[in-house]
């Protein structure tokens, strides 16, 4: 069930990233495939949209810091710069 839910996930991401590529500024397309794009979906992982832009923000440099305990995420944010965490940051703040 978690990997159905998952590969899900997965393929959503991958449509967004291919239909709606000039809107979700570079990386933040990837994050849904493990953080749900969807309230309809349960998932250990918090949903991103709606969080605060500032929360997201200082939990990345965080975890590219390695100043906060992470399973994933600190590899994951070690690929992005600050200007580009700032633009993910802001989009999924804007999302519903
Ligand atoms: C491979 C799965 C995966 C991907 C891809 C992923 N995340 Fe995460 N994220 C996690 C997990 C798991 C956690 C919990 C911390 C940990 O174990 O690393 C987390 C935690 C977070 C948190 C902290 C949430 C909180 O309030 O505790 C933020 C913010 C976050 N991720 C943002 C992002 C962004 C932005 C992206 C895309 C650039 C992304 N993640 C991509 C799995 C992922």
Same mark, same amino acid.
Not at 61 to 83: L, N, P, Y
């Given at each position: %069930?978690?990997?159905?839910? #998952? &590969?899900?996930?997965?393929?959503? =991401?991958?449509?967004?990233?291919?239909?709606?590529?000039?809107?979700?500024? #570079?990386?933040?397309?990837?994050?849904?495939?493990?953080?749900? #794009?969807?309230? !309809?979906?349960?998932?250990?992982?918090? !949903?991103?949209?709606?969080?605060?832009?500032? =929360?997201?923000?200082?939990?990345?440099?965080?975890?590219? =810091?390695?100043?906060? &305990? $992470?399973?994933? %995420?600190? !590899? /994951? #944010?070690?690929?992005?710069?600050?200007?580009? /965490?700032? =633009? /993910? $940051?802001?989009?999924?703040?804007?999302? !519903?």
């Amino acid at each position: %069930m978690v990997k159905v839910v #998952a &590969a899900a996930i997965g393929c959503w =991401a991958i449509a967004a990233a291919v239909t709606a590529s000039a809107e979700p500024p #570079a990386g933040a397309a990837s994050c849904t495939g493990c953080h749900p #794009a969807s309230t !309809r979906v349960t998932s250990p992982v918090v !949903r991103l949209s709606g969080l605060e832009r500032d =929360a997201i923000v200082k939990a990345l440099q965080e975890f590219r =810091a390695g100043h906060r &305990a $992470a399973t994933v %995420m600190d !590899r /994951i #944010a070690k690929g992005f710069t600050d200007d580009e /965490i700032q =633009a /993910i $940051a802001a989009w999924y703040a804007a999302q !519903r």
